[in-house]
């Protein structure tokens, strides 16, 4: 059975920071890309922050520099580290891991950025 579970998400004021993980089970980690998405009310799924079995990151240009995803294929889990938080970063974020042209998501984790 392929799970990801999501933690880390709660309520922060702006520039304030968070730290999203996902640990995931019934795959074989190091082989699949992962993903941080997120989505708000009313708007579409976007891909937030990015990175392949191999390492390499890429990020939405609403988050450049001040976000960061990273992997530790030791614990099975990808990160993302959220800093300098905006009102607009509130989302539900979701991670998701893909290989083979499958696609497994995990169940959501809100974010809320709000003085």
């Known amino acids: 059975q392929v799970q990801l579970v999501e933690s880390g998400g709660g309520l922060v004021q702006p520039g304030g920071s968070l730290r999203l993980s996902c640990t995931t089970s019934?795959?074989?980690?190091?082989?699949?890309?992962m993903g941080w998405y997120r989505q708000a009310p009313g708007e579409q799924r976007e891909l937030v922050a990015g990175?392949?079995?191999?390492?390499?990151?890429n990020y939405a240009d609403s988050v450049k520099g001040r976000f960061t995803i990273s992997r530790d294929n030791t614990k099975n889990t990808v990160y993302l580290q959220m800093n300098s938080l905006k009102p607009d970063d509130t989302a539900v974020y979701y991670c998701?891991?893909?290989?083979?042209?499958?696609?497994?998501w995990g169940q959501g984790t809100q974010v809320t950025v709000s003085s």
């Open positions: 990175i392949t079995k191999s390492g390499s990151a």
């Open positions: 998701s891991a893909l290989w083979s042209g499958s696609q497994y």
């Open positions: 019934g795959i074989i980690f190091s082989t699949f890309d």
